[in-house]
Structures are given as structure tokens and as C-alpha cells.
């Protein structure tokens, strides 16, 4: 929006950041070390701040040098088609900056743990040269750590202060921000100058109904984090101009989401204790196995289970829930459900307990026993299968054939119809029986704004919309095939790269 003339400011800084997550806090300090006048813009309250970054499970990928890094990121980009591109520039200086965001952490104070997992998709090439690590604390410790360091700076945080448009000069150049500070039960109008440049850190769609319907490939989505992300910083953007990018591109899981809790839970289809290594069923204890299927709202099995808890890919899963019927005209597999024994409810919590809102951020207590969650309705049960089709609208003759097979397949050790390795065939046997929905969702949205490797973000034609940048999940690099840690990395990477170019450009 042009800024009308002789506006006068409320505030001013050299750069003004929109969005106090992990981006946002790592694109504030970098420009401050920088020498920038930094000022941050948060929707959110202090006392009930939390972000994506804060809700993770606080994993990285870390590649041990730039060429693996590249050749890895590369093929995955190519999702086997050649379907997505980016800017190879953009896939560089990702990996330039990637292998060091540890070191980024450590020299300020952060640490990780020792333990490293291996990256996603070993068929990718050079996968071998990245790994996994994890913040110390997960998400929220994270969090913590990233709250402090930006106190430390004392970089100004403006809270429950959403940005709703951004302000240019007469040639397009983004001069400002406009923003609702919500001061006690009144909002007012404050104009933000920033005379170097505005970085747009405020995360992505989960929360947006109209957009995901329009932009995701399969509909309804839901997602595990905070809800305040509503895509602002995407309509702020479109609004001077910018090109988008990635707007069906999903970090893309399976989750569990009830009617009366706004914000989904990532399912630990076979428990594990908390902050454990990743679920991988090879290394499931055996004390934790137990026996589950996936059915479709017809009540058949659909694919090999294991493939949604473990490597390889479980973050392109949703996908194959994306199918659509185009004879029926339904898509069978929306929703799809979690079909398990009395041996699962006894093991514990349904979602997983590392991240997300039953994770550490506790924004969600979730009954030990899972007793609760069966009164509310959430869980399904009953003593014979026959009573929990009724139950869930699936045909009972339907489902009680495919867990006879599948039992049968349990017996014998191997699945004919979709190879489930041995380790992870365990009869589903022992009422009472449980089912819940599963959506396809995840994470977080990848859409936004498009930037090029400096940081900046572009308009239709692909030129830099001067004095705007951008970072994190909102417009992330990343397509179509995402890598698990793949985002903070991003967050850190790009957050560092927009802090420099901001701070370093000419004030006007
Ligand atoms: C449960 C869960 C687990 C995850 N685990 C991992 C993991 O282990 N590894 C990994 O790499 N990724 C993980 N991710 C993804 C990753 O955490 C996020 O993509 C990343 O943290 C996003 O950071 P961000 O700074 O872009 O957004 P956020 O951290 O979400 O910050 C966005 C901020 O912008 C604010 N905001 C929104 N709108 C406005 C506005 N109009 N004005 C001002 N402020 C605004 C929000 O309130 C928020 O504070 C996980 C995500 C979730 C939800």
C-alpha cells in the first residue's frame, strides 16, 4: 500500500521484522551484530508466545559439507520429474549456510545434542554427508534460548502488534509497516518506519481455511503448531506485488484432528519414550510394539503402515492420501483411520509427546490412560470389530475381512498386498478395539512470498521488490519433497542471510 503522504511514524528502525519466530529472532540479531536499528513486530501476547519454532521437535539438518549438501538438495528437488525447480543459486547458498547454522547457535550459547539421526530419503544422493541434530530441549527449549538471546541484544519486541500491510514510496520501494497494536481492549494504528528494509518472518498458512482450499492439492489440511500463522505476511506481500511460490507444498504428514481443539496432533502410531530417537520400527522396544492399520473410508488398507511412522519418506506421505476418485467423485482416503487394539490405548498417550501440542509447549494435556480422549469421543472404541465400523461408517463386512487378512498376514510374517516388513506385523486382536480419523497434514505450509538467495523477495517478473526480504517456512525453498529438519535449517540459514543483506542496504 503507498504510504499516504506526510504520514507521520509512530516508530522507526532500520529494519523492521515482522514475526518473532525462529526466523524472525535469528534474522533480528544477525542484523543488529550488523550494526542495524532492529525492530520486531509480534502478534502474539508475551505471556502466551508460542511459535512453530517453540512447538518443533527442534531437529536440523546439517550437512557435513556444502557439495553433499547440494547434490542432495538437488535431487530431492527434482521430486524424480523435475516437477519443481528453484534457483540453484538458492540450493547453494542453502547448503553454505546450513553447514554452519550449529556453529551459528553454539558461538552464542546453544547447544545440541551428541546424537545425530540420518537425513531422510537414503536413495537421495550424498545422503550420507547429512545428518539430523537436535537443539537441546527440542522445540521449546529452542524457544527459550531464542527469547533470551534476543532480550540479550536488546532488540525491542512489539507484541500483541499484528503487521496487516506493508507501506512503499511511489516507486515501489517497501518503506514500512502498518500494524493493529492491541493496547489493553483498544487497537490502534501503528506506522512503522524502516528505513533500510522490512524482513517478513511470520510464518505460513496452517490457519488459513480460504487458502488452503485453494492452493493445497487435497482439502481439508490440518496442522500440529501455533494458530497464529494465518498467511499474513502472503497477503501483505501479494499486496506490493510479490511473485509466490510453493503454495501446495506441504511438509506433508498424516495427523489426527478433533472438532473441538483447533490445532492437530502428529500421531506415535507406536509409542516411543519421549525425545527418543526417531521412530524408526527397527529400533521400536519390544515392550512398545503393537498392532495397527490404516483403512480408508471404505475400511481397506491402502499401503505399507510402516512407511508413515519411519524412514523412508514420511514426510511425502500425505500425498498418497491426496488421492482423488474421480469415478465416485470423493477422495476415499479423507478421512482415513487409525485402526489399533486395547495394546495401543494401554501404552500410553495417542500423539506423539516430542513436539506439537501434546509435546513439551503443553498446550494440550493429553490422559495418561487416553481415558479422557475416549470420553470426549476423540478415541472410538468397542469390543468387536463389526461394532466399531458401525461406529466410524466404514462397512463392517469390509473391515473385519481386512483385519482377518491382516492378522492372518501377522501370523505368517509377511504382507502379500503391500510388503510391510516383518518387524512391524502385529495382529490387531485384542478388544476392545480403538480407531481415530487421520487427515492428511502436518507440520507447516511451505507457500509464500518467492526469494532469491539474497534473501529478497521478488515480484511476477522475477526482480527484487526493493527493501523486502523474507525467511522461514513463509515462502520456503523448499518444494514439493520435503527433508524432516529441513524448515528450522531453513529458518536459521535464511534468516541470517536476510538479517545481513537488510542491515548492509543504503537507508532511505
Ligand atoms: C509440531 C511441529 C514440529 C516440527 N518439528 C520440526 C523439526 O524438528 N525440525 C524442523 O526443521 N522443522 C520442524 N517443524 C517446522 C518448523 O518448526 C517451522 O517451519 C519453523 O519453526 C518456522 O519458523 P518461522 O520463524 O518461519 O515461523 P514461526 O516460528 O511459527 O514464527 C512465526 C511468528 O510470526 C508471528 N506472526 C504471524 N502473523 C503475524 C503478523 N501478522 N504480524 C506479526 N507477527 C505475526 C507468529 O505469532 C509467530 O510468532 C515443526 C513444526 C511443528 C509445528
New binding site residues.
Given amino acids: 500500500m503507498l504510504a499516504p503522504r506526510g504520514l507521520k511514524w509512530d516508530a522507526s528502525a532500520d529494519v523492521a521484522i ?7 529472532v535469528v534474522a533480528a540479531v544477525t542484523a543488529r551484530e550488523a550494526g542495524a536499528d532492529v525492530l520486531v ?4 501476547p508475551e505471556r502466551s ?1 508460542h ?3 517453540s ?7 546439517t550437512p557435513s559439507d556444502v557439495k553433499g549438501g547440494v547434490d542432495y538438495l538437488e535431487a530431492l528437488y527434482d521430486a524424480g520429474h523435475g516437477m519443481l525447480w528453484t534457483d540453484k543459486e538458492i540450493i547453494r547458498v542453502w547448503a553454505e549456510y546450513a553447514v554452519d547454522n550449529k556453529r551459528w547457535f553454539e558461538a552464542r550459547g546453544g547447544s545440541f545434542l551428541d546424537t545425530a539421526y540420518p537425513a531422510e530419503y537414503p536413495e537421495m544422493p550424498a545422503h550420507k554427508t547429512l545428518a539430523r541434530y537436535r537443539f537441546r530441549g527440542a ?1 521449546l527449549g529452542l524457544g527459550k534460548f531464542l527469547s533470551e538471546l534476543i532480550k540479550a541484544k536488546n532488540i525491542p519486541v512489539m507484541y500483541e ?4 500491510k506493508l507501506l512503499t514510496d511511489l516507486e515501489g520501494r517497501v518503506i514500512g509497516v502498518e ?1 493493529d497494536q492491541r493496547l489493553d481492549s483498544e487497537v490502534k494504528k501503528l506506522r512503522v518506519r524502516a528505513s533500510k528494509a522490512v524482513i517478513l ?3 505460513g498458512f496452517e490457519y488459513d481455511e480460504r487458502m488452503k482450499l485453494h492452493y493445497h492439492k487435497v482439502y481439508p489440511t490440518y ?4 494458530t ?3 498467511g ?2 502472503i497477503r501483505m506481500a501479494m499486496d506490493v506485488g510479490a511473485d509466490l511460490w510453493h503454495m501446495n507444498c506441504v ?1 506433508a504428514q498424516v495427523v489426527m484432528k478433533f472438532p473441538d481443539f483447533p490445532v492437530a496432533f ?1 500421531a506415535a502410531f507406536v509409542p516411543g519414550p519421549r525425545l527418543s530417537p526417531l521412530p524408526d520400527a527397527s529400533t521400536v522396544r519390544p515392550q512398545d510394539q503393537c498392532g495397527y492399520v490404516f483403512v480408508d473410508r471404505d475400511g481397506k488398507r491402502f499401503a505399507d503402515e510402516r512407511r508413515f511412522r519411519t524412514d523412508p519418506p514420511r514426510h511425502a506421505i500425505y500425498y498418497e492420501m491426496a488421492l482423488y476418485d474421480g469415478r465416485r467423485l470423493v477422495y476415499p482416503r479423507v478421512p482415513s483411520y487409525w485402526i489399533f487394539d486395547s495394546r495401543r490405548i494401554d501404552l500410553g498417550p495417542l500423539p506423539g509427546r516430542h ?2 501440542p501434546a ?1 513439551p509447549t503443553g498446550l494440550y494435556d493429553w490422559s495418561k490412560d487416553n481415558s479422557r480422549e475416549i470420553e470426549k469421543g476423540w478415541i472410538v472404541t468397542a469390543n468387536t470389530v463389526r461394532e466399531l465400523a458401525g461406529k466410524i461408517n466404514v462397512p463392517p463386512d469390509v473391515l473385519e475381512d481386512t483385519l482377518l487378512k491382516f492378522n492372518r498376514y501377522c501370523e505368517k510374517g509377511a504382507d502379500p498386498d503391500f510388503g510391510r516388513h516383518s518387524s512391524d506385523l502385529m495382529p490387531v486382536d485384542k478388544p476392545p478395539y480403538g480407531a481415530v480419523k487421520l487427515w492428511p497434514g502436518g ?2 505450509t511451505q507457500g509464500g512470498p518467492r526469494r532469491n538467495a539474497k534473501a529478497e523477495v521478488l515480484n511476477c517478473d522475477g526482480d527484487p521488490i526493493a527493501g523486502l526480504y523474507s525467511a ?3 515462502g520456503s525453498i523448499y518444494g514439493m519433497l520435503y527433508t ?6 531453513e ?1 536459521v540459514a535464511f534468516g541470517r542471510i536476510a538479517g545481513e543483506n537488510a542491515a548492509r542496504g543504503e537507508a532511505q
Fill in positions: 515482522v514475526g518473532c519466530g525462529g526466523a524472525g513486530l509480534e502478534k502474539q508466545h511459535t512453530n519454532t512447538m518443533a521437535g527442534g531437529l536440523f539438518l522445540g502488534t499484528p503487521a496487516a500494524a518472518t511470520c510464518g496442522f500440529t503448531g501455533t497464529a500463522n494465518t499474513d505476511g511438509a502428529a513436539s506439537g509435546g507440520p507447516n522461514g517456512e513463509l524432516g529438519a529441513g524448515n528450522l535449517t529458518c
